[in-house]
């Protein structure tokens, strides 16, 4: 992947893919949909859910409209511009 890495940087992460593909699970690479309510279900009070989102994406709707369906309390912190 050096060699790789030297020569065709585009090619990079599809050898890194393929790399943890072969040698680990195939779990690792791939990407899981899950709802917003599953997540919700499965967390608990003391454990923080922490988004990493892409340009672009703001699940902030979502997650009222889940706090309001489930009668949670919903607070937000932007961490980013502003």
Do not use: Q, W
Not at 16 to 27: A, P
Request: hydrophobic letters at 40%.
């Amino acid at each position: 992947m050096i060699v790789l890495r030297c020569f065709r940087t585009d090619r990079v992460n599809f050898a890194i893919r393929n790399y943890v593909e072969l040698h680990m699970k195939k779990d690792f690479i791939e990407n899981k949909p899950g709802s917003l309510k599953e997540v919700f279900e499965r967390a608990e009070a003391k454990t923080p859910i922490i988004f990493v989102l892409s340009p672009g994406v703001d699940p902030t709707d979502s997650l009222r409209k889940l706090a309001s369906e489930s009668g949670a309390n919903f607070e937000s912190i932007s961490m980013g511009k502003g």
